[in-house]
């Protein structure tokens, strides 16, 4: 693969990228490889650039770290309020005592991490870009739109509502994702609950509007990228669904838009974080905030390791938009109804870097 393109007049994107794709390498190949500066298909724009320095410095004021202990006591108002806050003005924020063990949540970042780091031989048999598929390896979901790829590998494991059979997730890391999507599809359950109460809606309405059901886990590996001045790990973008609940490791690299701000959100020991999809700021007329994040390039020698949980709903058939206890005469509706199939299909067929689908269905 040619490094950094050769002359303007020569450079052929699709060419490369699909020279990448069919090498079926992932990035940890290229690291592997023993290359020591960027292929130009990694590069991004330098507008896109400019802004890696500025991240705030009061991170640990911006980001909530909500405690749930108790969340079935007298405390859970006051928990409710502090998730809600969260979502109004962020979206995003960390949680501790949730229920789910400190080991459990090592043993996923392990086994995912293990699975990146099996032979290219091994892993190749699951490399493939259907997204229908229960079990796919692949870089970049977004590779033949996006105008620079990121620095990232991925495995993707459909949880429903058609989800992967057992026997298909890799043998190495197959009990851990399976433990691991079991106790945090729980915790999602008790987060909507919340989300639901601090909106004024009954606790179930979420999970009655099939919010639970579909849900897909993405375990990103990042490796060390040799020039991470020029690329991201994932670039600036929104959730398209429900929920997220992120697993991160130590190494840290998420930001959040705050403001004009990129704002990290720091690895907390046995901490989980959550942010608000598109759907759910559509769903809350306005209420719950998606805002843009990012990864930024790993410049550490090791590997960054995150898996992430996306919730959405499950029914295609139905007409998503507010949710009609949050429309009023003082507040109309925001948004115009959408089937969810027309929604995600035009969300996997865009850069995942273009402008939000809120922005698409806004009246």
């Given amino acids: 693969m040619a490094v950094n393109g050769g002359a303007h007049q020569d450079y052929n994107r ?23 500066s960027l292929p130009r298909m990694f590069i991004h724009p330098k507008g896109a650039l400019s802004d890696l320095k500025s991240v705030a410095r009061t991170e640990s004021q911006v980001i909530p770290t909500i405690d749930l202990s108790g969340v079935d006591s007298d405390r859970r108002p006051a928990i409710v309020e502090q998730v809600s806050n969260a979502c109004r003005k962020l979206g995003f924020f960390q949680i501790m005592n949730h229920g789910l063990p400190l080991d459990v949540m090592n043993r996923t970042i392990a ?86 109460e601090g909106l004024g809606l009954n606790v179930g309405r979420l999970k009655e509007m099939t919010c639970l059901e579909s849900k897909v886990l993405l375990g990103h590996y990042y490796p060390h990228c040799p020039q991470p001045d020029l690329t991201f790990g994932i670039p600036s973008h929104t959730d398209p669904g429900v929920l997220t609940l992120l ?70 058939d139905r007409l998503y938009g507010p949710i009609p206890e949050l429309v009023s005469p003082e507040k109309p509706a925001l948004y115009r109804q959408f089937m969810l199939d027309d929604y995600m299909t035009r969300f996997f067929t865009k ?13």
């Fill in 351 to 363: 850069d995942l870097a273009d402008k939000t689908l809120t922005d698409y269905y806004r009246t």
């Fill in 14 to 36: 699709l060419d490369e990228v699909k020279q990448f794709d069919d090498s079926k390498i992932g990035v940890k190949g290229l690291v592997d490889s023993g290359l020591t």
């Fill in 111 to 196: 086994a995912v991490k293990g699975f990146h780091e099996l032979p290219t031989e091994v892993k190749k048999q699951w490399y493939r870009r259907g997204i229908n598929t229960g079990v796919a390896f692949f870089s970049n979901v977004d590779l033949y739109k996006a105008k620079a790829a990121s620095w990232r590998d991925t495995i993707q494991v459909k949880l429903g509502p058609a989800p992967a059979e057992a026997e298909e997730i890799p043998e190495m890391c197959r009990n851990e994702i399976v433990e691991w999507i079991q106790q945090a599809s729980q915790l999602a359950e008790i987060l909507m609950e919340l989300l639901c």
């Fill in 247 to 316: 697993l991160q490791d130590h190494i840290g690299g998420l930001q959040v838009k705050h403001g004009v701000e990129w704002v990290e959100v720091k690895p907390i020991p046995g901490a989980l974080v959550v942010n608000i999809g598109d759907i759910f700021q559509i769903l809350s007329n306005d209420e719950y905030k998606s805002v843009d994040h990012r990864v930024l390039a790993n410049p550490s020698p090791g590997p960054r390791v995150s898996v992430a949980i996306f919730f959405t709903a499950g029914n295609r």
